[in-house]
Antibody, heavy 119, light 111 residues
Framework: QLQLQESGPGLVKPSETLSLTCTVS??????????WDWIRQPPGKGLEWIGS???????HYNPSLKSRVIFSVDMSMNQFSLKLRSVTAADTAVYYC???????????WGQGTLVTVSS | QSVVTQPPSASGTPGQKVTISCSGS????????VNWYQQVPGTAPKLLIY???QRPSGVPDRFSGSKSGTSASLAISGLQSEDEADYYC????????????FGGGTKLTVL
């Protein structure tokens, strides 16, 4: 059974870089069929897709966030990561990692991790 | 403001059938498939329907999905108190840089 687990700091200062890692178990991150997602949800608001990557480097982005997002993959650890630069309070959210196979939304989700942007 | 629109709220009494709509355009729902998710507050979204009308293993057949043109619908029959949650649709949006888009979400209240 595929499982995903987010990890990273729960508090980030304004203007700094938010960094999160998703550890995947139950499936190889190196499958060509899998796209690894990041999604976020501000407190009390709806879901926002940040973007996705494959192990080989194919990426897709939410156009509104593309300029601040960096993705990376660590196949040896079966992990993928998100960096979001120049954060503000508006980036405070629960961040989820996930997976999609077709051109659809994610079919698997991590449990989510709250990141607060505050000085 | 999402490019895919859902009603912000819906309600029904136990046993009733409720339908939640998801409206898009030819650039998203009209040319791609739709997923539906259920989210109980404080938990991660759960996949309810994929590829317009397919149920993952373990999802009751009370939940069904459909798509026609640029709109999709989630129907919940035999409404139960535990169905009270937020529901989101998601689809792929075509363009120079294709990406996933979520509807704004519908809060379902079981009266």
């Amino acid at each position: 059974q595929l499982q995903l687990q987010e990890s990273g700091p729960g508090l980030v200062k304004p203007s700094e870089t938010l960094s999160l890692t998703c550890t995947v178990s139950g499936a190889p991150i190196s499958s060509a069929d899998y796209h690894w997602d990041w999604i976020r949800q501000p407190p009390g608001k709806g879901l926002e897709w940040i973007g996705s990557m494959t192990y080989s480097g194919t990426t897709h982005y939410n156009p509104s966030l593309k300029s601040r997002v960096i993705f990376s993959v660590d196949m040896s650890m079966n992990q993928f990561s998100l960096k979001l630069r120049s954060v503000t309070a508006a980036d405070t959210a629960v961040y989820y990692c996930g997976r999609h196979v077709r051109r659809e939304g994610p079919d698997y989700w991590g449990q989510g991790t709250l990141v607060t942007v505050s000085s | 403001q999402s490019v895919v629109t859902q009603p912000p709220s819906a309600s029904g009494t136990p046993g009733q059938k409720v339908t939640i709509s998801c409206s898009g355009s030819s650039s998203n729902i009209g040319s791609n498939t739709v997923n539906w998710y259920q989210q109980v507050p404080g938990t991660a979204p759960k996949l309810l329907i994929y590829t317009n009308n397919q149920r993952p293993s373990g999802v009751p057949d009370r939940f069904s999905g459909s798509k026609s043109g640029t709109s999709a619908s989630l129907a919940i029959s035999g409404l139960q108190s535990e169905d009270e949650a937020d529901y989101y649709c998601a689809t792929w949006h075509d363009g120079l840089t294709g990406h996933v888009v979520f509807g704004g979400g519908t809060k379902l209240t079981v009266l």
